[in-house]
């Protein structure tokens, strides 16, 4: 069964610089979370869309916004990076159509900010 | 707020025997959904077992189970027959339901099956 695909799968960035992230959720899923996950802790609510539209927004920094295309690709933009930036970024997808809200996660994007 | 606790950092138990994470929650909501997330060492985060809050009857995937205690508001995750593949971090978490099923989790549990 096709699964969440994230890209890149590891990124190496500076201070200051930008980053993207891409998310394909599963086909047929309408909605996208994304996630942050420090070394040895739990995942981090950023935010959160359905249909196209943001629904949910958690813990992220005003230098970071995202956002869901027409096709339900989400991406990431993190701007003027800082070292605490350095994480792991997951994607996770759902269909609310289902019901069931299961959340299916990405393989992740390892950021680090040298 | 909802806020989710798993008092066990970490547990150890040999192949082949059974082992239970415990994990409890504190909300005022009747409707949510809990989830039990397993996270190997290639940290890919993969969805081991849901359960719904409305029913009473503990959800169960092959050798994984749960002990559901919504009084109690208690959420354990039983692994027979214990796998080394099954060392990993666990995480409880939590959904509230008919909202924006953003996902609350505990601290997470590791897991060491040992041969």
């Known amino acids: 069964a096709a699964g969440v695909i994230q890209s890149p799968r590891h990124l190496i960035k500076e201070k200051r610089e930008t980053a993207t992230l891409k998310c394909y959720p599963i086909?047929?899923?309408?909605?996208v979370y994304w996630y942050q996950q420090g070394p040895g802790q739990d995942p981090q609510f950023l935010i959160s869309?359905?249909?196209?539209?943001?629904?949910d927004k958690g813990s992220i920094p005003d230098r970071f916004s995202a956002q869901q295309f027409s096709d339900y690709h989400s991406e990431l933009n993190m701007s003027s990076l800082e070292l605490g930036d350095s994480a792991l970024y997951f994607c996770?997808?759902?269909?609310?159509?289902?019901?069931?809200?299961?959340?299916?996660f990405g393989p992740g994007t390892r950021l680090t900010v040298t | 707020a909802q806020t989710v606790t798993q008092s066990q950092p970490e547990m150890s138990v040999q192949e082949a025997e059974t082992v239970t994470l415990s994990c409890t929650y504190d909300?005022?909501?009747?409707?949510?959904?809990l989830f039990w997330y397993k996270q190997p060492p290639s940290r890919q985060m993969i969805l081991v077992i849901r359960?719904?809050?409305?029913k009473q009857q503990n959800a169960t995937e092959n050798r994984f189970s749960v002990n559901f205690q919504k009084a109690a508001k208690s959420f354990s995750l039983k692994i027979s027959d214990s796998q080394l593949g099954d060392t990993a971090m666990y995480f409880c978490?939590?959904?509230?339901?008919?909202?924006?099923?953003?996902?609350?989790w505990g601290a997470g549990t590791k897991l060491i099956i040992k041969p």
């Open positions: 978490a939590f959904m509230k339901r008919d909202s924006n099923y953003q996902l609350i």
């Open positions: 909300t005022s909501e009747s409707n949510y959904y």
């Open positions: 359960q719904e809050a409305y």
């Open positions: 086909p047929r899923h309408d909605t």
């Open positions: 869309f359905y249909e196209k539209m943001q629904s």
């Open positions: 996770a997808s759902s269909s609310e159509l289902q019901g069931t809200h299961e959340q299916y």
